[in-house]
């Protein structure tokens, strides 16, 4: 069982920076990509990045040039960059994990909402 838990939420004001961490479970070795996806009060899920186990990551289009994400694997950690922050990043963000086809690429960041294995969430609130 992966067992994930976020930390690194909070309030910021908008053009801030805030970096998420992701602790994993030493059982991660099951998954070849984790990532974030987050979701808004009366909003879909939506995903923000994926990396795989080689380092290759995918973005979504509304956080490209803004996010980044990265690991560390001597540590089981996942972290989230965020920088630029805007009212509409605004979310539950969610680390992620799971076994799939691809990590990267077109389509990719979508599917991380699917993912099997999720962590509780950590809330991060950009004030304008």
């Known amino acids: 069982q992966v067992q994930l838990v976020e930390s690194g939420g909070g309030s910021v004001q908008a053009g801030g920076s805030q970096r998420l961490s992701c602790a994993a479970s030493s059982s991660t070795y099951k998954s070849n990509c984790m990532g974030w996806f987050r979701q808004a009060p009366g909003h879909e899920r939506e995903g923000v990045a994926t990396?795989?186990?080689?380092?290759?990551?995918g973005y979504a289009d509304s956080v490209k040039g803004r996010f980044t994400i990265s690991q560390d694997n001597s540590k089981n950690t996942l972290y989230l960059q965020m920088n630029s922050l805007k009212p509409e990043d605004s979310a539950m963000y969610y680390c992620?994990?799971?076994?799939?086809?691809?990590?990267?690429?077109?389509?990719?960041?979508?599917?991380?909402?699917?993912?099997?294995?999720r962590g509780q969430g950590t809330q991060v609130t950009v004030s304008s």
């Open positions: 992620a994990a799971d076994r799939v086809p691809f990590c990267y690429g077109p389509g990719a960041v979508e599917v991380v909402t699917e993912f099997t294995y």
């Open positions: 990396i795989d186990f080689e380092g290759r990551t």
